[in-house]
């Protein structure tokens, strides 16, 4: 009897003996949900953010459904960016590899690489194939990749699959294949220009939606930190060296506000790596590369990296602003307090920023209020607390209106008055004192 926490799903003998080789202890949320469903041939939708353990979700029953006798394209899986493709098809390999040798031929496919070279390496039909939209669908044009064999169809993060522009490829690539296709579709939010794709492929998909309050792992802190009318650049910098982290990413919503950021740290002697859109694929690919071996404490990025890049042992999480789709805190936040590590998010606050932290609060996220002092952490009272403010007694507000300033001045007027107050406030002090 193994005591193996994946067996009760029924996979396959070597998929289960690489799962132990993994540090999984046991089947995530999402995992447990997703994975009988798959096995038993339903389409379905998954709604869940990053960290959730998505990725295995699809990746072992679709493993254990592939027929290794047959040589044809049986499964493909399409994400918006070469980085994540990648990093799906490291862990697709990872899983089949037994003794240097692939129970299951799997090909990458994503831009910014030969695509002669990988039409003249499709005389050999991968089994299950991984990568972008626009690649994909050059090589099945060409005629080199043959897609209508295929049963299962993976759509990872759908949504920003939206946002870039490639859903509409997707849908040309959904439309080659079998019309009794299984199709997993995921993304972290539906959005309404999603649901044509939706209903054209899919007659009733069973739908898992993993809450934002139970994908937000405990083992992370969130914290605030306040401006104050500070310069943000210097708290920043300031923070980051106190925290003086493993490793840390800090979100910006813009390109221009991650190159000024970045500029800005880098002048105050600080290493720093950038990820944006406008970075060219083969400086992407070698900011990766430069990351992965740990060249950078700090990378300044905008939310593709959240969604399109897995990055390791980041151990920090910095909002320099805050997002206007509040759903990707929870995915920037996921890029720490991975595995069985522990992680910090901490959001540079200010007044402004209010509504969202109240509404981010409605999601089930709880903050601490911290602040910098000489060089340290310290955690400060609560951002909502207010002091009680002591009032005047009524009664010397009333002494003020006793005495009313006459229409006609005459002279001595104003020691006269003064006199008269006093004279008044001293009754009133008796009467005071008798009460």
Same mark, same amino acid.
């Given at each position: 009897?193994?005591?193996?926490?994946?067996?009760?799903?029924?996979?396959?003998?070597?998929?289960?003996?690489?799962?132990?080789?993994?540090?999984?202890?046991?089947?995530?949320?999402?995992?447990?949900?997703?994975?009988?469903?798959?096995?038993?041939?339903?389409?379905?939708?998954?709604?869940?953010?990053?960290?959730?353990?998505?990725?295995?979700?699809?990746?072992?029953?679709?493993?254990?459904?592939?027929?290794?006798?047959?040589?044809?394209?049986?499964?493909?899986?399409?994400?918006?960016?070469?980085?994540?493709?990648?990093?799906?098809?490291?862990?697709?390999?990872?899983?089949?590899?037994?003794?240097?040798?692939?129970?299951?031929?799997?090909?990458?496919?994503?831009?910014?690489?030969?695509?002669?070279?990988?039409?003249?390496?499709?005389?050999?039909?991968?089994?299950?194939?991984?990568?972008?939209?626009?690649?994909?669908?050059?090589?099945?044009?060409?005629?080199?990749?043959?897609?209508?064999?295929?049963?299962?169809?993976?759509?990872?993060?759908?949504?920003?699959?939206?946002?870039?522009?490639?859903?509409?490829?997707?849908?040309?690539?959904?439309?080659?294949?079998?019309?009794?296709?299984?199709?997993?579709?995921?993304?972290?939010?539906?959005?309404?220009?999603?649901?044509?794709?939706?209903?054209?492929?899919?007659?009733?998909?069973?739908?898992?939606?993993?809450?934002?309050?139970?994908?937000?792992?405990?083992?992370?802190?969130?914290? %605030?930190?306040?401006?104050?009318?500070?310069?943000?650049?210097?708290?920043?910098?300031?923070?980051?060296?106190?925290?003086?982290?493993?490793?840390?990413?800090?979100?910006?919503?813009?390109?221009?506000?991650?190159?000024? %950021?970045?500029?800005?740290?880098?002048?105050?002697?600080?290493?720093?790596?950038?990820? @944006?859109?406008?970075?060219?694929?083969?400086?992407?690919?070698?900011?990766?590369?430069?990351?992965?071996?740990?060249?950078?404490?700090?990378?300044?990025?905008?939310?593709?990296?959240?969604?399109?890049?897995?990055?390791?042992?980041?151990?920090?999480?910095?909002?320099?602003?805050?997002?206007?789709?509040?759903?990707?805190?929870?995915?920037?936040?996921?890029?720490?307090?991975?595995?069985?590590?522990?992680?910090?998010?901490?959001?540079?606050?200010?007044?402004?920023?209010?509504?969202?932290?109240?509404?981010?609060?409605?999601?089930?996220?709880?903050?601490?209020?911290?602040?910098?002092?000489?060089?340290?952490?310290?955690?400060?009272?609560?951002?909502?607390?207010?002091?009680?403010?002591?009032?005047?007694?009524?009664?010397?507000?009333?002494?003020?209106?006793?005495?009313?300033?006459?229409?006609?001045?005459?002279?001595?007027?104003?020691?006269?008055?003064?006199?008269?107050?006093?004279?008044?406030?001293?009754? @009133?002090?008796?009467?005071?004192?008798?009460?």
């Amino acid at each position: 009897m193994t005591n193996n926490p994946f067996a009760k799903f029924q996979l396959k003998s070597y998929v289960l003996k690489q799962i132990e080789r993994k540090p999984f202890q046991r089947p995530t949320e999402i995992q447990e949900r997703v994975i009988p469903k798959v096995l038993a041939g339903k389409s379905l939708i998954g709604q869940s953010q990053t960290g959730t353990g998505k990725t295995h979700a699809f990746l072992l029953p679709i493993l254990s459904k592939i027929d290794e006798s047959v040589e044809e394209v049986q499964a493909v899986i399409t994400v918006p960016t070469r980085e994540l493709a990648r990093q799906i098809y490291h862990m697709a390999r990872e899983l089949v590899e037994i003794d240097g040798k692939p129970k299951v031929t799997i090909r990458l496919f994503v831009g910014g690489t030969d695509k002669k070279r990988y039409i003249d390496g499709l005389k050999k039909q991968p089994q299950i194939v991984i990568g972008t939209p626009g690649r994909i669908f050059d090589l099945v044009k060409e005629e080199a990749l043959f897609i209508h064999t295929a049963n299962h169809f993976v759509v990872d993060e759908a949504d920003l699959m939206l946002d870039l522009g490639f859903i509409d490829t997707v849908d040309q690539i959904a439309a080659r294949m079998p019309k009794d296709l299984q199709m997993l579709v995921f993304s972290a939010t539906i959005p309404k220009q999603m649901e044509p794709f939706l209903k054209k492929y899919m007659e009733q998909p069973e739908f898992v939606q993993v809450d934002p309050a139970t994908t937000t792992p405990k083992k992370i802190r969130h914290c %605030l930190l306040p401006l104050r009318h500070r310069n943000k650049i210097d708290l920043l910098f300031q923070l980051l060296k106190t925290y003086n982290p493993y490793l840390a990413i800090v979100f910006a919503n813009t390109k221009k506000t991650v190159d000024e %950021l970045a500029d800005a740290l880098a002048n105050k002697g600080m290493k720093v790596g950038v990820i @944006h859109g406008d970075l060219t694929p083969r400086e992407r690919k070698k900011m990766m590369n430069e990351m992965n071996d740990l060249k950078y404490q700090y990378i300044v990025a905008t939310d593709l990296a959240a969604r399109g890049i897995d990055i390791d042992g980041v151990s920090h999480v910095v909002h320099y602003e805050l997002p206007s789709d509040l759903q990707f805190y929870i995915h920037r936040s996921g890029r720490t307090g991975r595995g069985s590590y522990e992680g910090v998010s901490t959001v540079l606050f200010d007044l402004k920023d209010e509504q969202k932290i109240s509404k981010l609060e409605k999601m089930g996220i709880t903050f601490d209020t911290i602040d910098l002092n000489n060089g340290e952490i310290v955690r400060i009272h609560d951002r909502n607390r207010r002091e009680k403010r002591k009032r005047k007694p009524i009664e010397e507000k009333t002494n003020v209106k006793a005495i009313k300033r006459p229409k006609k001045v005459k002279p001595g007027y104003k020691k006269k008055w003064k006199e008269e107050m006093e004279k008044l406030n001293r009754k @009133h002090k008796r009467k005071n004192r008798l009460k």
